[in-house]
Nanobody, 122 residues
Framework: VQLQASGGGLVQTGGSLRLSCAASGGAFTSYHMAWFRQAPGKEREFVAAIRWSGYSTKYADSVNGRFTIGRDNAKDTVYLQMNSLKPEDTAVYYC????????????????WGQGTQVTVSS
């Protein structure tokens, strides 16, 4: 499956952004989807994940209550609604896909999008 992330940009502290990730070339409902992020000089870290059905989600503690992951299986798209953004949310955000068991581990995801930059100014 190929993944194409979009929706990043520059926003002020407290603002909102909505990221999208469009999938193609595979059966979208075969995959659990996730968002990860990587800030300069840091390792890639888990942000949020959603089961193939959309009925179960997981969040990193740092974004819980501020970010919401969702998916539209009719459009083969996963979203990340980001509210109350903070400067520490600045990173390149990546969408990823895996089958079988949902996970928060970077190394368990087989397919990755190209990343979209999110910059939060203070």
């Amino acid at each position: 499956v190929q993944l194409q992330a979009s929706g990043g940009g520059l926003v002020q502290t407290g603002g909102s952004l909505r990221l999208s990730c469009a999938a193609s070339g595979g059966a979208f409902t075969s995959y659990h989807m996730a968002w990860f992020r990587q800030a300069p000089g840091k390792e890639r870290e888990f942000v949020a994940a959603i089961r193939w059905s959309g009925y179960s989600t997981k969040y990193a503690d740092s974004v819980n209550g501020r970010f919401t992951i969702g998916r539209d299986n009719a459009k083969d798209t996963v979203y990340l609604q980001m509210n109350s953004l903070k400067p520490e949310d600045t990173a390149v955000y990546y969408c990823a896909a895996k089958n079988r068991v949902i996970s928060t581990e970077t190394y368990e995801y087989h397919y990755w999008g190209q990343g979209t930059q999110v910059t939060v100014s203070s």
